[in-house]
């Protein structure tokens, strides 16, 4: 059975920084593109950041572009997005995801596999 399970969200004050992780079961990291997604209140789902199966290649959502950092460990199966200089409208759940393929990780929400539940990150102004 495939998990996908996200931690380190919370509560940080505008400027601050958090680090989620996702952590995977049931399934080998290195074989995915891992995309990062959020979901604000009353918003769409949107594409956050993403990286490659070899982690050389990566894409940014252009408002998170200088901020946030994606990265991965395949060894350790995990995926982590750094979070710097965060801003009330980073307020939202945030969601890993899973896409099997060699290629760079694509915006497209329907072409991700695997989702983890999700993880609420809320900056206070």
């Known amino acids: 059975q495939v998990q996908l399970v996200e931690s380190g969200g919370g509560l940080v004050q505008a400027g601050g920084s958090l680090r989620l992780s996702c952590a995977a079961s049931g399934l080998t990291l290195s074989s995915y593109a891992m995309g990062w997604f959020r979901q604000a209140p009353g918003k769409e789902r949107e594409f956050v950041a993403g990286?490659?199966?070899?982690?050389?290649?990566?894409t940014y959502a252009h408002s998170v572009k200088g901020r946030f950092t994606i990265s991965r460990d395949n060894a350790k199966n995990t995926a982590y997005l750094q979070m710097n200089s965060l801003k009330p409208e980073d307020t939202a759940v945030y969601y890993c995801?899973?896409?099997?393929?060699?290629?760079?990780?694509?915006?497209?929400?329907?072409?991700?596999?695997?989702w983890g539940q999700g993880t609420q990150v809320t900056v206070s102004s």
């Open positions: 990286i490659k199966w070899s982690g050389d290649s990566t």
């Open positions: 995801a899973a896409d099997r393929t060699i290629l760079s990780p694509t915006i497209i929400l329907g072409a991700y596999d695997y």
